[in-house]
């Protein structure tokens, strides 16, 4: 069964780099056809799609945060990762990591979610 689990600071100034991985096991991120996506929910508001990582290592991000973000991989370790620059408190969200079939587009595992919170 695959699981996936959060992990970075709790804590980023403004003007900073947010910095997020994702560990995933029971699954390879390069089998196919899964996305790796980063998702968030800021207080009081619907979740957002950030962007993902597909099994390939092809990368697509929301235009409204594309001009900031990049999602990484690292196979080695099975780990995707996100980074978030120019931080602003608008920014302060639960993330959450995921995986999206290829097949039918369902999210189908999803991180147990990590709150990031932007302030100084």
């Known amino acids: 069964q695959v699981q996936l689990q959060e992990s970075g600071p709790g804590l980023v100034k403004p003007s900073q780099v947010l910095s997020l991985t994702c560990t995933v096991s029971?699954?390879?991120?390069?089998?196919?056809?899964?996305?790796w996506t980063w998702i968030r929910q800021s207080p009081g508001k619907g979740l957002e799609w950030v962007g993902y990582?597909?099994?390939?290592?092809?990368?697509v991000y929301n235009p409204a945060l594309k001009s900031r973000t990049s999602i990484s991989w690292d196979t080695s370790k099975n780990q995707f990762t996100l980074q978030l620059n120019s931080v602003t408190p608008e920014d302060t969200a639960v993330y959450y990591c995921?995986?999206?079939?290829?097949?039918?587009?369902?999210?189908?595992?999803w991180g147990q979610g990590t709150l990031v919170t932007v302030s100084y």
């Open positions: 029971g699954a390879s991120i390069t089998d196919n056809y899964y996305a």
């Open positions: 995921a995986r999206r079939s290829g097949v039918d587009n369902a999210l189908n595992a």
């Open positions: 990582i597909d099994y390939r290592g092809s990368t």
